[in-house]
């Protein structure tokens, strides 16, 4: 070992569970980061998308200055010989380097962001890259809350300390200081860090290993006040966002048709994003849901994804080969006897294409609905993001809506609605039913994952509506 390698372990034996002198290491850069994150998010609060990736990018960055130093640390401990820690540096720098050229030059398929290769060592580099990516960046962010309770803990016990010295007048704030300070307390505090720390990466690795794949069946009954007594206990299957991928095969999307055969609805809806990133996948994916079965048809419409990738016509056309109609705004009445109700679709839009381009689109979108609507009958709108609820004007009775995956993929909501990735970024519907008015909307969880291969409190979803009149 160098002598620069002796000096920098000076101080440190011993020390490799102190959260706090790590965090100090690179204090500098994390607080500066995560303040510019905080920024940015607030400023993605007035609805800017683009604005709170970049601020979790910010975050991700500050947390592997944090983990790369714990990784040095680690290495320089099992590593037999002791390498110096230059070295170590140099070995964690080649692996990011790695996947930053495993990316370039194509920022388009084959990248880790935008999987669609299906070789074994190019999944897993995905499935590696992503555990780390949001196990690392959760780890993070749970030391970073463990540390602030921490602190708090400390502030309040010297507080305490200093009252009660003050009331008794005796040592009481040195005990109370000495017991905070002791070798106990924080050997118990570095075992709570790692075990803190330990629990995202078990958690990533089940979301990925297990989670992703585990679809629930929700039933949802949906009281709509005007629904002909014909259409009582009618049902409505819906699947959204099926993604098919390396990460959400044909097979498993096959899976998910047999469950939505297997309830035997009357009608089923498909809200849009068939595919993630690759063209070429469009004719499987419409070869799979073409064994979709319901007496009123399979109906659907398009996801931003195939706006995105610019397949919305071919898609479309394949689709109606095998006898499922995407309605880009179009309606399709649904007759059960004498009476009617009346099913739109209406396009998404590309999500990567400008502001103001989407805004005028939206516009153009919300005259073509206003133009669907049949008054005096319910009205069921299919749409991959609900842009257009609250305008209830318009007429909707129900709409059927997916795209963020349950808040993003990752979710607490179990221990508080409103706990997930989407909702941190401003999204204002998720998951579950809304109503406003007297108009409901559903918003469906989706089968498949983008981005990230991994689902963690956001299970797949295959939802089967009954409607009913009565309350
Ligand atoms: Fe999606």
Excluded at 224 to 232: D, I, Y
Excluded at 348 to 354: E, F, I, N, T, W
Excluded at 461 to 469: A, N, Q, Y
Aim: aromatic letters at 10%.
């Amino acid at each position: 070992m160098t002598a620069a390698c002796r000096t920098s372990r000076i101080g440190e034996r011993g020390s490799f569970l102190l959260v706090y002198r790590r965090v100090v290491v690179h204090w500098r850069a994390i607080i500066l980061l995560l303040i510019l994150a905080l920024a940015t998010f607030l400023i993605a609060h007035t609805d800017f998308f683009g604005l709170s990736l970049f601020a979790l990018l910010l975050i991700f960055i500050a947390s592997q200055f944090f983990w790369i130093g714990r990784i040095l640390d680690l290495g320089e401990r099992l590593i037999p010989g002791k390498p110096c820690r230059a070295w170590l540096a140099i070995m964690a720098s080649l692996v990011y380097l790695f996947v930053f050229l495993y990316s370039y030059p194509e920022w388009g398929l084959g990248h880790t962001i935008r999987a669609a290769d299906y070789r074994p060592q190019s999944m897993l580099i995905y499935a590696a890259f992503w555990w780390w990516f949001v196990g690392s960046l959760l780890a993070f962010l749970l030391l970073i809350a463990f540390g602030a309770v921490d602190r708090a803990v400390r502030a309040a016990g010297w507080v305490y300390g200093k009252a009660r010295a003050a009331i008794l007048h005796h040592s009481a704030a040195a005990d109370a200081e000495a017991a905070l300070l002791s070798p106990s307390r924080r050997r118990f505090l570095e075992r709570t860090a790692v075990l803190v720390s330990a629990t995202p990466f078990v958690a990533v690795g089940y979301g990925l290993l297990y989670e992703r794949r585990n679809v629930e069946v929700v039933r949802q009954r949906v009281r709509l006040a005007r629904l002909p007594k014909a259409f009582e206990g009618f049902h409505i299957a819906q699947l959204s966002d099926i993604h098919i991928g390396p990460f959400t095969t044909a097979d498993y999307i096959r899976h998910c048709v047999a469950i939505t055969n297997g309830l035997e609805p009357d009608l089923i809806a498909l809200t849009g994003d068939y595919i993630s990133w690759d063209p070429e996948a469009q004719g499987e994916v419409v070869r799979v849901l073409a064994g979709l079965r319901a007496p009123h048809g399979v109906f659907g419409c398009m996801g931003n994804h195939e706006a995105d990738v610019g397949i919305e016509e071919s898609i479309t056309g394949l689709f109606a080969a095998q006898g499922i109609h995407m309605l880009r705004q179009e309606r399709a009445p649904i007759r059960l006897g004498d009476e009617t109700i009346n099913l739109i679709g209406i396009d998404h839009g590309s999500d990567l294409a400008p502001m103001h381009t989407r805004e005028v689109e939206g516009d153009r979108r919300l005259q073509q609905l206003k133009a669907l609507v049949m008054p005096n009958t319910v009205n069921i709108l299919l749409i991959h993001y609900p842009h257009i609820f609250g305008y209830l004007e318009l007429g909707i009775d129900l709409t059927l809506s997916g795209d963020i995956h349950g808040g993003g993929q990752l979710s607490l909501d179990f221990i508080h609605r409103g706990l997930n990735l989407s909702s941190l970024m401003g999204v204002p519907y998720i998951r579950g039913l809304y109503e406003n008015g007297g108009a409901q909307l559903y918003m469906n969880r989706g089968i498949g994952t983008t981005g990230f291969p991994i689902r963690l409190g956001a299970r797949p979803e295959i939802t089967v509506f009954e409607l009913t009149r009565e309350t």
